[in-house]
């Protein structure tokens, strides 16, 4: 098993940052990718950025990129996600997710961003 804990949403204003921490526990060493995802008001739930643990590759949703970075800290177990530009339409709960293997999925149970026009 895997153990996620999100931190570091909030509410802030249109075209400031924010910096999301996921921190995992567990079997971490069984886990090959990790990502953000997230959930508007009255939306489904939509992938932001990925990234692979073998190689460091990242992934980002075309809405995020240029704005949004991943970025892991192996020590900490620890991925990050540093928002900037944030507005209106980010307002959502991000979840972190987990991949083991290549098809069991583990997710923390999401921190809000609620960003202010």
């Known amino acids: 098993q895997v153990q996620l804990a999100e931190s570091g949403g909030g509410l802030v204003q249109a075209g400031d940052s924010l910096r999301l921490a996921c921190a995992a526990s567990?079997?971490?060493?069984?886990?090959?990718?990790m990502a953000w995802f997230r959930q508007g008001p009255g939306k489904e739930r939509e992938f932001v950025a990925a990234?692979?643990?073998?190689?460091?590759?990242?992934s980002y949703a075309d809405s995020v990129k240029g704005r949004f970075t991943i970025v892991r800290d192996n020590a900490k177990n620890t991925v990050y996600l540093q928002m900037s530009s944030l507005n209106p339409e980010d307002t959502a709960v991000y979840f972190c997710?987990?991949?083991?293997?290549?098809?069991?999925?583990?997710w923390g149970r999401g921190t809000q961003v609620t960003v202010s026009s």
């Open positions: 997710r987990a991949r083991r293997g290549t098809s069991v999925f583990y």
């Open positions: 567990g079997r971490t060493f069984s886990v090959s990718q």
């Open positions: 990234i692979n643990w073998n190689n460091d590759t990242r």
